[in-house]
């Protein structure tokens, strides 16, 4: 029998063994991935385009530069350099205001997180207060706080940190709930201490749902740290030159200053999005992000 097998063999040739679908997987999501990543992008160009032609068509019907300007006077607008002088001389603080509020974000965030999660009556107590915090409108809270903190930086960034801890406290604490309940029990049975368990299993099952936080908190931090400087502001700020502008009814001078807030929380957005792709690479595999 085994001769036969061997004939078998030798008539067959060598060999070649097929790739598995380990090998293949890579390069079968790369192609995929880049496809819905351009179909995103051709998703949101249309928007756009469709966005301005109805602003234009909206600016157009009202006939009053003054009440809403066409998309070419916003642009006209950061071609006058009156217009950037105010817009660089002012965007400074409000990125300040809104990286300081952010980076006290990510460490108010994740230690209720974790307090939270390793405690249920901590956890019971905690959450109505988090959702109540969520309620209270940004003006209001910016509003006391410049009242009990004066017209510094302080209650800006307290504002920041009001305003979007949230985002990262619930998606972290979502992400250790969803880690297995038996792996602290079988790395208990290993002799891992209470850190090894942090380090080796809960840090890890949280940093996806961490970063989902975190880019959404550091959107919110651009438009907390605006909202604050709208109620009072002596270093400056876009909300202080978005109040200027609007009293002095220059819209095309306040709608540049908007484009310049949402580029702020875009950028923002992109740099999470680039720390996620380095600091989570068995995450990018389920999902992508449009920047």
């Known amino acids: 029998m085994s001769s036969k097998v061997d004939a078998r063999r030798e008539r067959a040739g060598p060999v070649t063994p097929r790739p598995g679908p380990d090998a293949r997987a890579p390069a079968a999501?790369?192609?995929p991935r880049a496809a819905h990543r351009a179909a995103g992008w051709g998703v949101t160009a249309a928007i756009a385009l469709v966005?301005?032609?109805?602003?234009?068509a909206a600016a157009a019907a009202f006939g009053a530069a003054w009440l809403l300007p066409p998309p070419g006077a916003v642009v006209a607008a950061f071609e006058d350099p009156a217009t950037r002088d105010v817009i660089l001389?002012?965007?400074?603080?409000?990125?300040?205001?809104a990286l300081a509020g952010f980076a006290l974000c990510i460490v108010v965030g994740v230690a209720l997180a974790l307090a939270m999660a390793a405690s249920r009556a901590v956890r019971d107590g905690l959450y109505p207060l988090l959702i109540a915090s969520q309620t209270v409108p940004t003006i209001a809270i910016a509003a006391i706080l410049v009242v009990a903190l004066g017209y510094s930086i302080v209650p800006k960034i307290v504002a920041v940190v009001l305003y979007s801890f949230f985002?990262?406290?619930?998606?972290?604490?979502d992400a250790l709930q969803a880690l297995d309940p038996e792996l602290p029990g079988l790395l208990r049975t290993l002799g891992a201490s209470r850190w090894d368990m942090l380090r080796t299993a809960q840090l890890p099952a949280a940093l996806p749902g961490f970063f989902t936080g975190a880019r959404l908190s550091v959107a919110y931090s651009i438009?907390?740290?605006?909202?604050?400087?709208?109620?009072?502001?002596s270093n400056g700020g876009l909300g202080i030159a978005l109040t200027q502008a609007t009293n002095a009814l220059d819209q095309p001078r306040v709608f540049a200053i908007v484009v310049v807030m949402a580029a702020l929380g875009l950028l923002g957005y992109a740099a999470v999005a680039a720390i996620e792709h380095l600091c989570v690479p068995w995450a990018r595999a389920a999902h992508g992000h449009g920047l």
Do not use: D, K, M
């Not at 966005?51 to 234009?56: M, P, V």
């Not at 001389?89 to 205001?97: L, Q």
């Not at 438009?223 to 502001?233: D, K, M, R, T």
């Open 89 to 97: 001389a002012n965007v400074g603080p409000t990125v300040e205001e």
């Open 51 to 56: 966005a301005l032609g109805l602003w234009q």
């Open 167 to 173: 985002a990262i406290t619930v998606n972290v604490y």
């Open 223 to 233: 438009s907390a740290a605006v909202y604050a400087e709208l109620i009072g502001a």
């Open 29 to 31: 999501r790369r192609a």
